[in-house]
Each structure stands twice: as structure tokens, then as C-alpha cells.
């Protein structure tokens, strides 16, 4: 065994070790490490942003989306110290005791809530996930073992010393947030490998790198952040409703995961509404691919950047200013298109129709469904959470925004007096 993999195998060693501190740290301790790290933070964001700007300069960046997400601004890395912060305001769920009952026999017995112990992510392009996953781990008592892409070695090594020496100077154990500096690709590899010290990986990256990694991991994976989002336009929305949260979903932030990927509009309203919306886009530069029908309505309107549509576009999360249109005879035509293309992310719903809002609400499978709302919305600390350490498609053991609870897992206590069982 080489040294870089002695290296892995330490480093894996001194996270479960870490593990089993944090798991019994008391809350107090906990939030007094993460408020210390959003000020850690922000007293060092010179140092951030020069390490963020080394890796925009690299030239690793392969298009202006994942640039995007590899940027951090100021703006971006004050709104990282406060989900910090904010993370720190949320009940601690270790020690949660909950479901107790009393047996016939007198036995009391409930669970009690333990952090998972190891948790391992590998991820792409985006720093800030450095910072959420670390403050995370930290609150709800896991010890971590982080790899980010070659792209941002330069951000998430500086995220990193700067947390490691934040929470070392409260007491907490150093080796609670550890990165793995090399970015070798081996060492993806390696590090599924690591069943024995990491309890459960996080993929965050493309369809296909997930695949690898679910395909690959020994231990359990919780996977997600990749899902086509999709908003239907009733034919009973409110018309300005509908064109601002439209707006929003696709063009506020167009490379991140809950961004607007496909339109689906309904027939009946689609000559008015499609045009206003066209126009609207037009305005940012956005491509629509477009339906037979979407395509002629919006044809004749000078200044549109339209293509047909294919068939894969359907499944494309788009992460740029492009978005695939469709128009739908009825809601049970869009609920079956959302269907078919299942992907299990986002779906949404502009309707004044109650009932119809109820039927999508039960009808639709998704990890996050809304009604009057934009996608953009899915997400951690929008949800209230603080923050994510992913938003997972699947449905066990987590689903949607993966914070603090769905970082936990529960024992069994079983509360006697003395019972025997006969």
C-alpha cells in the first residue's frame, strides 16, 4: 500500500475517532464552534475570495454554468456564514427521545435519536457545499470526510483550514471536517471503498458521476440534486402569477439543480400566455425548445431564440438559460407527461383551482411538489433547515433537502423494572 493511501486510511481512522466525540458534545458546545466558524469566516474573506479567484483563473471551468457555481462573491460567502449561523439556531436532534410507550408488562420503550457517525461526500464544482456539509455534520454530531473536484482544490482547502482551526479553538476535535487534498481520481475510487470508517456517502455532482458512485460505494449512498424540474401552467392561473414564478424558476439562478427545466402550459390559456412568457425570456436571451404547437404560437414573434424540441430534451436538466416548452390538452395530460419523465426532484403547479391543486399535490411524485410557488424554493435553508447536505431523489432514507434529522439515524431504549420474558 502506497503512502497516499496509508494517508486515506488515517485519515479515515481519525474521523471515526472524531465521531465518537462529537456524538456526545453538548448542544451549547456544538453552536459555539459553528458561530465561531461564520465569524472565522467572513475575519478571513480575503483569503477565501483570493483562493476562490485562483481556481476561476485555472481555466478548469468548462462553461459558464459551472462557473457559476464555482464562483464565490462576497454576497455569496456572507450568505454562507449566515446558514451557519442560522444552523446553529435549530434544535439539536442527538438525543431526541420519541415513540415511547408502556407495555402491558411495564416495559417503557421508545428511540432515541444518534448521529450516523461517518458521513463522506464527493462532490463538484460548488465550495459552499464545504461549509454546509461541515457545519451540518458538526450539529447533528458526524464527523466528515470531504472531496471536492480539481476545479475548486484552491476554495475548499482554504474552507477547510479555516473550519478545522475554527472549531479546534472551542475544543472540538480538528479531525471532525477532513479533506481529501489529493484530487487524483483514485481516490474516488478509494474512498467508496472506505466501509469500515465511512457510514454513509453523498454524491453531489452529474447523472453520471452519481450513477458511478451509487454503482460503486460499499457502504449506503444517499443520492440526488440531479432531476429535471418542471412547472404546468393551469389553464386557471393567475396570469401574473404564473409569468413572475416562471421568471424566477428559470432565470434567478439558472445553473443550480431546482431551476425550471421544462414548461408545460395548458391549451386553453397557451396563445396568451406563451407569448407574454416568450417575451419575458427574451429579455435574459433564453432558448426555448419548443412543441409543434408552442413553436407555431410562438414563431411569428420577432426576437425569440426558438428550436424544436427532442425527445431527450425532456430529460435535460438544463443548468443554463434554456427550457423545454410543451403544451398540454388537460392537467391530467401534464401529471402524465411529469410522470413518464420521472426524475423525482421538483414539480409545481400555477392554478386558482383548490381542487386541482389538491389532485396534483397527491398525484405527482417528487421529492418537493408545489402549487403558486417557484422551484427555486427547494431548498435547505429556504425550508427552514439551515441548510442541505443535498437534496435526494430517492425515497430512503432521506428525501428532499438532506439536514440535520435526515443525518441522524435512532436506537431502540427499553426502560424495566426488574420484567423477565416468559
Same mark, same amino acid.
Request: with cysteine; glycine share 6%; charged share 25%.
Given at each position: 500500500?502506497?503512502?497516499?493511501?496509508?494517508?486515506?486510511?488515517?485519515?479515515?481512522?481519525?474521523?471515526?475517532?472524531?465521531?465518537?466525540?462529537?456524538?456526545?458534545?453538548?448542544?451549547?458546545?456544538?453552536?459555539?464552534?459553528?458561530?465561531?466558524?461564520?465569524?472565522?469566516?467572513?475575519?478571513?474573506?480575503?483569503?477565501?475570495?483570493?483562493?476562490?479567484?485562483?481556481?476561476?483563473?485555472?481555466?478548469?471551468?468548462?462553461?459558464?454554468?459551472?462557473?457559476?457555481?464555482?464562483?464565490?462573491?462576497?454576497?455569496?460567502?456572507?450568505?454562507?456564514?449566515?446558514?451557519?449561523?442560522?444552523?446553529?439556531?435549530?434544535?439539536?436532534?442527538?438525543?431526541?427521545?420519541?415513540?415511547?410507550?408502556?407495555?402491558?408488562?411495564?416495559?417503557?420503550?421508545?428511540?432515541?435519536?444518534?448521529?450516523?457517525?461517518?458521513?463522506?461526500?464527493?462532490?463538484?464544482?460548488?465550495?459552499?457545499?464545504?461549509?454546509?456539509?461541515?457545519?451540518?455534520?458538526?450539529?447533528?454530531?458526524?464527523?466528515?470526510?470531504?472531496?471536492?473536484?480539481?476545479?475548486?482544490?484552491?476554495? #475548499?482547502?482554504?474552507? %477547510?483550514? /479555516? &473550519?478545522?482551526?475554527? =472549531?479546534?479553538?472551542?475544543? +472540538? !476535535?480538528?479531525? $471532525?471536517?477532513?479533506?481529501?487534498?489529493?484530487?487524483?481520481?483514485?481516490?474516488?475510487?478509494?474512498?467508496?471503498?472506505?466501509?469500515?470508517?465511512?457510514?454513509?456517502?453523498?454524491?453531489?455532482?452529474?447523472?453520471?458521476?452519481?450513477?458511478?458512485?451509487?454503482?460503486?460505494?460499499?457502504?449506503?449512498?444517499?443520492?440526488?440534486?440531479?432531476?429535471?424540474?418542471?412547472?404546468?401552467?393551469?389553464?386557471?392561473?393567475?396570469?401574473?402569477?404564473?409569468?413572475?414564478?416562471?421568471?424566477?424558476?428559470?432565470?434567478?439562478?439558472?445553473?443550480?439543480? #431546482?431551476?425550471?427545466? %421544462?414548461? /408545460? &402550459?395548458?391549451?386553453? =390559456?397557451?396563445?396568451?400566455? +406563451? !407569448?407574454?412568457? $416568450?417575451?419575458?425570456?427574451?429579455?435574459?436571451?433564453?432558448?426555448?425548445?419548443?412543441?409543434?404547437?408552442?413553436?407555431?404560437?410562438?414563431?411569428?414573434?420577432?426576437?425569440?431564440?426558438?428550436?424544436?424540441?427532442?425527445?431527450?430534451?425532456?430529460?435535460?436538466?438544463?443548468?443554463?438559460?434554456?427550457?423545454?416548452?410543451?403544451?398540454?390538452?388537460?392537467?391530467?395530460?401534464?401529471?402524465?407527461?411529469?410522470?413518464?419523465?420521472?426524475?423525482?426532484?421538483?414539480?409545481?403547479?400555477?392554478?386558482?383551482?383548490?381542487?386541482?391543486?389538491?389532485?396534483?399535490?397527491?398525484?405527482?411524485?417528487?421529492?418537493?411538489?408545489?402549487?403558486?410557488?417557484?422551484?427555486?424554493?427547494?431548498?435547505?435553508?429556504?425550508?427552514?433547515?439551515?441548510?442541505?447536505?443535498?437534496?435526494?431523489?430517492?425515497?430512503?432514507?432521506?428525501?428532499?433537502?438532506?439536514?440535520?434529522?435526515?443525518?441522524?439515524?435512532?436506537?431502540?431504549?427499553?426502560?424495566?423494572?426488574?420484567?423477565?420474558?416468559?
Amino acid at each position: 500500500m502506497d503512502g497516499s493511501a496509508v494517508t486515506l486510511l488515517e485519515q479515515g481512522k481519525r474521523s471515526r475517532a472524531a465521531a465518537i466525540i462529537l456524538a456526545k458534545t453538548p448542544s451549547a458546545h456544538k453552536n459555539q464552534a459553528l458561530i465561531h466558524i461564520a465569524d472565522f469566516i467572513l475575519d478571513h474573506k480575503n483569503e477565501v475570495l483570493d483562493a476562490n479567484a485562483r481556481d476561476i483563473n485555472s481555466g478548469n471551468g468548462v462553461n459558464d454554468a459551472f462557473m457559476d457555481r464555482l464562483a464565490i462573491t462576497p454576497e455569496r460567502l456572507l450568505k454562507m456564514a449566515d446558514d451557519v449561523r442560522n444552523i446553529a439556531k435549530l434544535d439539536d436532534p442527538v438525543g431526541e427521545v420519541f415513540d415511547m410507550n408502556t407495555r402491558p408488562n411495564g416495559l417503557t420503550i421508545g428511540k432515541k435519536r444518534v448521529p450516523l457517525g461517518v458521513i463522506g461526500s464527493i462532490y463538484e464544482s460548488r465550495p459552499n457545499v464545504t461549509l454546509d456539509i461541515s457545519s451540518l455534520c458538526l450539529k447533528s454530531g458526524n464527523a466528515c470526510i470531504l472531496r471536492g473536484g480539481s476545479e475548486a482544490i484552491n476554495s #475548499n482547502s482554504v474552507l %477547510t483550514k /479555516l &473550519v478545522r482551526q475554527a =472549531i479546534g479553538e472551542v475544543g +472540538l !476535535p480538528k479531525d $471532525a471536517v477532513q479533506l481529501i487534498e489529493d484530487t487524483d481520481r483514485k481516490f474516488v475510487s478509494s474512498m467508496l471503498k472506505m466501509k469500515k470508517y465511512i457510514d454513509l456517502m453523498v454524491p453531489r455532482g452529474s447523472a453520471d458521476f452519481i450513477d458511478f458512485v451509487s454503482e460503486n460505494a460499499t457502504m449506503p449512498v444517499v443520492s440526488g440534486g440531479v432531476g429535471v424540474c418542471r412547472t404546468f401552467i393551469d389553464k386557471a392561473a393567475n396570469f401574473d402569477d404564473a409569468i413572475a414564478i416562471v421568471y424566477n424558476a428559470k432565470v434567478q439562478r439558472p445553473t443550480v439543480c #431546482n431551476a425550471l427545466d %421544462t414548461l /408545460l &402550459v395548458h391549451k386553453d =390559456i397557451a396563445t396568451q400566455f +406563451l !407569448p407574454a412568457m $416568450a417575451r419575458k425570456w427574451a429579455e435574459v436571451g433564453l432558448e426555448m425548445r419548443c412543441d409543434s404547437r408552442s413553436f407555431r404560437i410562438l414563431s411569428p414573434i420577432e426576437g425569440l431564440n426558438l428550436k424544436p424540441v427532442m425527445e431527450e430534451d425532456w430529460n435535460m436538466e438544463f443548468l443554463s438559460l434554456t427550457a423545454a416548452v410543451k403544451i398540454v390538452d388537460s392537467a391530467d395530460e401534464a401529471i402524465e407527461h411529469i410522470s413518464n419523465y420521472y426524475s423525482g426532484h421538483s414539480e409545481a403547479i400555477v392554478t386558482e383551482d383548490e381542487s386541482l391543486a389538491t389532485k396534483f399535490l397527491d398525484e405527482v411524485d417528487a421529492a418537493a411538489v408545489f402549487v403558486n410557488a417557484s422551484t427555486y424554493f427547494h431548498d435547505g435553508s429556504e425550508f427552514g433547515l439551515g441548510a442541505e447536505i443535498g437534496i435526494s431523489t430517492q425515497k430512503f432514507h432521506a428525501r428532499g433537502p438532506m439536514a440535520l434529522k435526515e443525518m441522524t439515524s435512532y436506537k431502540w431504549i427499553v426502560l424495566g423494572n426488574g420484567q423477565i420474558r416468559i
